[in-house]
Structures are given as structure tokens and as C-alpha cells.
């Protein structure tokens, strides 16, 4: 039923609000960060601070929260040395995030999130597609209302063997791209650069525009933009627009990471993170939230969007 009130939300053509940074929040209230998993280690060590973040944004209006398991992909797992848990982590992932929605006054969804967390480049889509397949299936088994790839910094192929992990279950999928510009061509690329003020560094593959076309051949869900400095998300969201027939989104950043920290720079405003969403929103945005370093008080102030 979660889902359905979203579609709903959807068809009236109202503002769908998704969490923010579950890692960078963690992180924020004390719970330690892992070198290898970064946030993954939270849901069994210390959940309680998990279920307290997932409270929060559910507090602040968040229609959906997303599960703790960005960083516990078997891949990530596998090179912690923790490949036999990982259907144990991830379904402690998705029984607190269930917890938190159900324990709500009202109909909240939760996104299981799958992700390339770990890879870096270093994998190519022989090694990866079957943590993809294995990731989905235990999420799907555990209870997620919707799968939210979250293909942050991934190849255009490895974004695509997500996607098509995702065609034979029978849930609701959301994609999500990171992108960067490129300061010499001006050009918005998809790839990567989490903060341009601080020079965090930036990858760049092809034009995002492309691949936004190449997908939306394969998906027909919505398509969002995630982890990307403020100031290129709404041209992401003006190209989502012009190359997807489906529902947009943006989920953007406040600072960079040096592992296995979130650096808490780049902040904003309650009111400023408003007036870039509003932003979005004239644009087609429908799905609006943040990534890391964007916390509960900034999501809270999206609830003006509606």
C-alpha cells in the first residue's frame, strides 16, 4: 500500500520527498564509521542509531526512507571479508527501516538500496551483476516497497547491468546517476565531482544527456539525480527532463568524502535547500530529497513544496 499512496502523489502531480544521507546523518549523531563499509557496519552494531536516523526523516516529512545498505553490496562485503552475512546485514537493513515506516502515523515507503559501493572501477560487469541479482533478491525478499539503484561514480555499463538485474522482480525501481560538469567543454557529464568549491575531484564518462536517452530506452521509471553539488543538479534535472518521459528527481550533496568520513563542508541553509528544490520542481523534479551531508532540517524544509 506505501507505494500506492506515492503513485498517487504522482498522478496529482504532488512532491514525493525521499530522506537524506543516511552515512553522513549516522555519522553526524556519533556512530562510527567502518574503512572498508563506512556506514554498513551502523545496522548491526548500532542500530538503534540507525532506526533513530530513519525516525528523523520520517519526522521531518520524508515520504520515504531509505534502507541502510548502500554500503553492504556483496562486493563491498566480500572484500570486508563478511561474504557469509551478507544476506544477514541487508535484511537487518530493511527490518529497521520497516520498523521506522510502520511504526508512523502515516504511510511511509521504503527504498531498498542497492549500489556499487566498494567497486570503484575496479570491477567490471562480470564481477558485479551477480551482487546486483543477489543484493535485489534479498532486499525484495526482506519487504522493500521499491528498489533505488544508486549507481554513484559507476560506468555506464555497470549502470546499466543494474538496471537489468532489475527486470524480472515486481516491485517499483527508481535509477539513480550522479553527474559533474566539465569546466573545460562547460558540458554536464555524467560522472561524478562531490564538490566543485572544495576541487573534490571529478570523473567524467560521456554526456549525461546520453546516457539519460540510453536508459530511458531500458526504464521507463523514474530517473534521478543523485550525489551531485548543488550548483549542476538543477541542469541535471532541466536534462532529465528533455531525454525522460517518466518521473525525475534530485537527491543532491553537501560536501565531499575522505574515507571513511563525510566532510561536513558545503553546507546550506534550511531556506536556501528550499529555494534550489523549488528550483527542481519548476523544472519536472517530482521526487525531491538529499544525499550525504544533506540531514533531517534540510529535508524538513521541502515539506513547503506541497
Known sequence: MSYKNLEYKFSKNEIVILD???GGELERI????????????CSMENPHLVSKVHESYIAAGADVITTNTYATPPIAMK??????????WNKQGVRLARQAAES???EIAVAGSVSTYGSWRKYGVERLRPGFDQQIRI???AGVDLIILETLASEPEIVESALESTFEIDIPVWLSVSCAKNKISGNLMHGVE???EHDSGSLHF?????????ISKKHSGPILVMHSDLKVTNDAVK???SNHDGIIGAYPNAGFWEKPSWKFVDQITPESYLKEAEGWVSNGAQIVGGCCGVGPELIESLRQLN
Open 20 to 22: 537524506g544521507g543516511n
Open 30 to 41: 556519533g556512530a562510527p564509521m567502518d574503512g572498508k563499509l563506512w556506514c554498513g557496519r
Open 79 to 88: 572484500d570486508a571479508g563478511l561474504e557469509d552475512q551478507v544476506e544477514e
Open 104 to 106: 508512523a502515523s502515516r
Open 139 to 141: 532486499l525484495v525478499e
Open 194 to 196: 562531490e564538490s566543485i
Open 206 to 214: 560521456e554526456l549525461f544527456s546520453k546516457i539519460i536517452l540510453d
Open 239 to 241: 536534462e532529465l527532463k
